[in-house]
């Protein structure tokens, strides 16, 4: 069993006033927690422009996000801040907008629509293999860097059918990380209730790269679409564009028009690549410090040669390790570490009056790692879920089932939860097949929150290849 606690920002031990929260938040806002933060039900914090409500307690976080999710809608600050990138897409619209595009996506993501997928997902682990494989025994590794690259590979191959290696597929990737560093930076002045504090530089730079990444992605779609349009899409029909081309509203029997594609396709790319990319790299991490966890992993996985196995992603429920560390790693480093409503009409939640327009953030980096939730929430212990202590899996079934929300909850629930988990297990199981990771002497990740949860000064791991018997 594993008794690693990943290093994290300390909490200041007294609440900061909200000049000293604006500053050190504008880095990370991991670093604007508070010891009591990790402790409290409920917590709010009054800024000159917003009202903010932090909610924990379970019961509350279900009535935000789950029983009375249309009295909570996705903050429009979000959507502000996005929507040079991401147009009015899925993540952020609200109301009927929402319902109609959740209902034309929702077949393209189904358990069994992402199987389809599988053998492309296939093909960017096999790349990835290779790229490890040309590397020298004991490298050290930039393992966020080689995980973003096959995250977004993924995301590329399934989603448009164009591996990263294209020229195109490339400079997608590229305006991208350019994109991912500033947005968060212009987001929090807003949340502030200061956004002349942008910087205009800042704004023009991310705006220049919000259209790259448009223009590009709108150059890729255009041929399929007008190819759909006219009947003649065979071919490149089993990838997801080919599923959402083919969406139609049921009522109306309209489909995504070619605009709407493109802001779908673009939030695709960045909610779909970013957060496993930040997962699984957290996870080699945790790996690295769990020698005995990576060992029994790769015991698990080394009878699957799971690119070539016939039985595709049935194989991948035969391995319940793999599926424990992700499920631990989602605990400790949920990529997405709050999710932002606001109060549609003001409302009383615990003891408090939520004013109409008041931001409420639920955060699953908090809940997950609560003190009065889980039972020693900062260690990592892929065990807890399976101990075979009956008492002890029985409290962990309840922080599960109350605490747990890495993919958010409720209707806005992540639609691309059944292609993480097969991707997740398919690049973990196949990179620790082949490879072992070790820390490397005195580098220690330090977790910082902007778009998702990431490492300031990266996480590099020393990398060896396993003998594997023919
Ligand atoms: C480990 C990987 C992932 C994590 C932890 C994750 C997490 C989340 C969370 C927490 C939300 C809800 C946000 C909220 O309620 O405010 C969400 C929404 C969403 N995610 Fe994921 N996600 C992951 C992977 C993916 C992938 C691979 C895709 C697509 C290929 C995807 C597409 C989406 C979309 C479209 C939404 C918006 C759904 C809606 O509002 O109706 N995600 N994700």
Redesign the pocket.
């Known amino acids: 069993m594993s008794h690693f606690c990943p290093h994290y920002p300390p909490p200041s031990a007294k609440r900061p006033s909200a000049w000293r929260m604006f500053f050190s938040k504008r880095r990370s806002w991991l670093d604007g927690l508070y010891a009591r933060s990790y402790e409290m039900k409920m917590g709010e914090v009054r800024l000159p422009g917003l009202d903010l409500f932090m909610v924990n307690e379970p019961a509350v976080v279900r009535r935000v996000?789950v029983e009375q999710s249309k009295a909570f809608p996705?903050a429009a600050l979000l959507a502000d801040a996005l929507r040079p990138l991401l147009g009015d897409s899925?993540?952020t619209t609200n109301g009927a907008v929402?319902e109609r595009q959740?209902s034309l996506m929702n077949p393209s993501?189904e358990a069994a629509r992402v199987s389809l997928v599988y053998g492309r997902m296939c093909e960017a682990a096999e790349a990835m293999l290779q790229r490890l494989r040309a590397m020298p025994d004991g490298v050290e590794l930039d393992v966020d860097v080689e995980m973003t690259h096959v995250a977004a590979d993924i995301?590329l191959r399934t989603i448009l059918s164009q591996p990263l290696d294209g020229v195109e597929a490339r400079r997608v990737f590229e305006a991208f990380e350019r994109y991912q560093v500033l947005a968060p930076r212009l987001m929090l002045p807003a949340f502030f209730g200061v956004r002349w504090l942008r910087p205009w530089w800042e704004k023009r730079r991310s705006q220049q790269a919000a259209t790259e990444i448009r223009d590009l992605l709108a150059a890729m779609i255009k041929p399929r679409f007008e190819a759909h349009a006219s009947g003649d899409d065979a071919g490149l029909s089993d990838d997801i564009l080919g599923s959402l081309l083919r969406a139609r509203d049921p009522d109306t029997g309209a489909g995504f028009s070619f605009d709407e594609l493109v802001d779908q396709v673009a939030?695709?790319f960045l909610?779909?690549h970013e957060?496993?990319a930040s997962?699984l790299s957290w996870s080699l991490h945790l790996l690295a410090h769990a020698e005995d966890v990576q060992e029994r992993l790769h015991v698990e996985v080394v009878p699957h040669d799971l690119l070539t196995e016939p039985g595709g992603p049935s194989v991948l429920k035969d391995l319940p390790l793999t599926r424990n560390v992700f499920r631990e790693t989602?605990r400790l480093f949920?990529?997405?570490g709050f999710?932002?409503r606001e109060s549609a009409e003001g409302c009383t939640l615990r003891d408090k009056h939520v004013p109409a327009g008041a931001a409420v953030i639920v955060s699953?980096w908090l809940i997950h790692r609560h003190r009065q939730l889980w039972q020693d929430p900062d260690v990592f212990n892929p065990d807890r879920y399976d101990s075979g202590d009956a008492a002890a899996d029985q409290a962990t079934r309840e922080s599960l089932r109350q605490a747990y929300l890495?993919?958010?909850m409720g209707p806005?629930?992540?639609?691309?939860t059944a292609?993480?988990l097969q991707?997740?297990s398919l690049i973990l199981a196949s990179f620790c097949r082949e490879f072992r990771v070790a820390p490397v002497p005195g580098h220690v990740p330090e977790p910082v929150g902007r778009l998702t949860v990431r490492s300031a000064n990266g996480i590099r791991l020393l990398l060896s290849k396993r003998m594997l018997s023919a």
């Open positions: 996000l996705k899925i993540f929402w959740r993501f995301i939030m695709l909610a779909g957060t496993s997962a989602l949920p990529p997405v999710l932002a699953p890495p993919f958010g806005r629930v992540c639609i691309g292609f993480a991707e997740a």
